[in-house]
């Protein structure tokens, strides 16, 4: 999309050759114009899929998927990072590994926020190595219910998240497909 192209053009900065900085309209300071346009794009690319309900992770993906869930009037539910230690059996939980940030941590929802048969349109932030979703998709399984498209607002397509989620047949929309980031600048795969 080229509104997302032209917004990390304009405003990203790259870290480094991984790290995208999009701190002043993403994850720090957040542009609710830009998201409401995210949340227009992946309603209307993900329209007749019979998508039943919007979930992300906390906290990045919250902007752009409720923007998502408003637009096409239907709930959303955030997975929680942190560990539940008093469960009851009353949460679906799953060890997830962030490459970027060097981190585990344990994705987590309340049962009752994920009924069985629910057909999931899963928002986030950035897909990198994609276990976010990865680690998503198991608990919607196990839950009874499927990831019926995944919307990514920034995808690097240098790291193999695209790869790993199509392999297990999901359907992966992103709005902006970074190709590479250097001193020089920031590339795109245009669409
Ligand atoms: P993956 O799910 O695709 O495997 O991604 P990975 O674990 O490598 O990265 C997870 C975290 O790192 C996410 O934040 C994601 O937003 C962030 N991230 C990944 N690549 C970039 C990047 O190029 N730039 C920036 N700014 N962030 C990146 P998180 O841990 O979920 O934190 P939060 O900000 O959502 O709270």
């Given amino acids: 999309?080229?509104?997302?192209?032209?917004?990390?053009?304009?405003?990203?900065r790259a870290l480094d050759e991984q790290v995208l900085l999009v701190d002043s309209f993403l994850n720090h300071q957040i542009d609710m114009e830009l998201m409401k346009q995210c949340g227009s794009a992946f309603a209307q690319h993900f329209k007749g899929k019979g998508i039943t309900r919007v979930m992300t992770v906390e906290s990045s993906g919250i902007?752009?998927?409720?923007?998502?869930?408003?637009?096409?009037?239907?709930?959303?539910?955030?997975?929680?990072?942190?560990?539940?230690?008093?469960?009851?059996?009353?949460?679906?939980?799953?060890?997830?590994?962030?490459?970027?940030?060097?981190?585990?941590?344990?994705?987590?929802?309340?049962?009752?926020?994920?009924?069985?048969?629910?057909?999931?349109?899963?928002?986030?932030?950035?897909?990198?190595?994609?276990?976010?979703?990865?680690?998503?998709?198991?608990?919607?399984?196990?839950?009874?219910?499927?990831?019926?498209?995944?919307?990514?607002?920034?995808e690097k397509t240098f790291q193999p998240g695209r790869k790993r989620l199509e392999a297990e047949g999901y359907d992966v929309f992103s709005l902006a497909r970074v190709q590479s980031m250097s001193a020089d600048g920031i590339a795109f795969v245009e669409p």
């Fill in 63 to 154: 902007a752009p998927a409720a923007m998502t869930a408003l637009e096409m009037g239907l709930p959303l539910v955030v997975f929680k990072k942190k560990t539940s230690r008093i469960t009851n059996g009353t949460v679906y939980q799953t060890v997830v590994q962030s490459f970027t940030k060097n981190v585990r941590y344990e994705l987590t929802v309340a049962k009752r926020f994920l009924p069985e048969g629910e057909k999931i349109l899963f928002i986030d932030d950035f897909l990198a190595m994609g276990e976010a979703a990865i680690g998503a998709g198991r608990i919607i399984r196990e839950a009874g219910s499927e990831i019926a498209g995944i919307g990514i607002v920034i």
């Fill in 1 to 12: 999309m080229r509104f997302m192209t032209e917004r990390i053009a304009r405003d990203g």
